[in-house]
């Protein structure tokens, strides 16, 4: 039997949607408000879920305390706060849109949690436009 258990977190961040290689008018065309060259921030709404078998000694799928401190660790103190496109080396050269940024999340909790484990990745940039990255 397989159980997804889930657990909310939330970051508050700073970005600026462009590409260096397009010119103005293009990246206003494309991206809009997310283009403004002062940048502006979301407050971001995060679901991590691990679906896993449950373990027959502790009645769990990952111990939730275990699930917080990777989240903490890995996004909200690398991302909280930050200006995705300066601070955060991850965006370095990626254009941090909703999608490569559910993908990074991804990325930074995925080897951290066990093998066996599968993990989905869900990130509200506003309350009505979210994301879901289930790897693969």
Same mark, same amino acid.
């Given at each position: ?7 909310? @977190?939330?970051?508050? @961040? !700073? ?13 206003? !065309? ?16 995060? $679901? ?5 078998? $449950? ?21 909200? +103190? @690398?991302?909280?706060? =930050? ?6 080396? +991850?965006? =370095?050269?990626?254009?941090?849109? !909703? ?9 930074? $909790? ?10 989905? $990745? ?15």
């Amino acid at each position: 039997m397989r159980v997804t258990v889930n657990r909310k @977190a939330h970051f508050n @961040a !700073a970005h600026r949607l462009y590409r260096n290689d397009w010119s103005d008018k293009k990246n206003e !065309a494309v991206f809009g408000k997310c283009n403004n060259p002062n940048f502006h921030g979301h407050n971001y709404e995060l $679901i991590v879920s691990v679906t896993g078998a $449950i373990d027959p000694e502790t009645g769990y799928v990952i111990d939730m305390k275990v699930l917080k401190d990777i989240i903490k660790s890995e996004v909200e +103190d @690398a991302f909280d706060h =930050k200006n995705l496109n300066l601070d955060v080396p +991850d965006f =370095k050269d990626l254009n941090p849109t !909703a999608e490569n940024i559910v993908v990074v999340i991804y990325n930074k $909790i995925k080897p951290k949690l066990k093998a066996n484990l599968d993990l989905t $990745i869900t990130l509200y940039e506003t309350p009505r436009n979210f994301v879901i990255y289930p790897g693969k």
